[in-house]
């Protein structure tokens, strides 16, 4: 399973398969751009209060995850000045411990801007996007402790 909106400075995917830094960079670089800031969320071993996560499973009203992406893109490129191209991408389904849940890649005509807008990109995703976690731990499983309600954008 596979969605996307793949657009000039724009690339939005959710997916199954394991996630690709190398084509989130490719898709980044832009001769415009003096930085490229590349944030991976990876899967580790414990989570607040449990030891041994062996997996970790996304789930997603994926009818409204590349809308709330796009949502988030285009305030990051109005925010943050030069920015020239964004890529939201996240997995579903189960991920094993060290692999990438999601990917955030920035180009941006100067360093400072690329960190704070990858940032506000990921911050803001786990505010507002609708996608939720499993964890596993030895023979147990539970959703992730520390669940919010989503916000709207315009709510931050």
């Known amino acids: 399973m596979a969605a996307e909106i793949a657009q000039e400075a724009i690339w939005l995917r959710v997916q199954s398969d394991p996630l690709s830094v190398e084509q989130c960079m490719a898709f980044a670089e832009d001769p415009r751009a003096g930085?490229?800031?590349?944030?991976?969320?990876n899967v580790r071993d414990h989570s607040d209060g449990r030891t041994g996560v062996t997996l970790l499973e996304y789930e997603a009203y994926e009818s409204q995850v590349l809308g709330s992406f796009g949502k988030i893109a285009d305030e990051a490129a109005a925010r943050?000045?030069?920015?020239?191209?964004?890529?939201i991408h996240h997995?579903?389904?189960p991920c094993q411990v060290g692999e990438s849940t999601v990917l955030v890649a920035v180009a941006s005509e100067h360093r400072?801007?690329?960190?704070?807008?990858?940032?506000?990109?990921i911050d803001t995703l786990k505010q507002t996007s609708p996608i939720w976690k499993k964890e596993h731990w030895g023979r147990d499983s539970d959703w992730a402790l520390g669940a919010a309600e989503i916000k709207r954008i315009e709510e931050l």
Do not use: T, Y
């Open 35 to 41: 930085a490229v800031v590349l944030f991976s969320g």
């Open 80 to 87: 943050f000045e030069g920015i020239r191209r964004i890529a």
């Open 91 to 93: 997995r579903l389904g």
């Open 112 to 121: 400072a801007a690329g960190f704070d807008a990858a940032r506000f990109c």
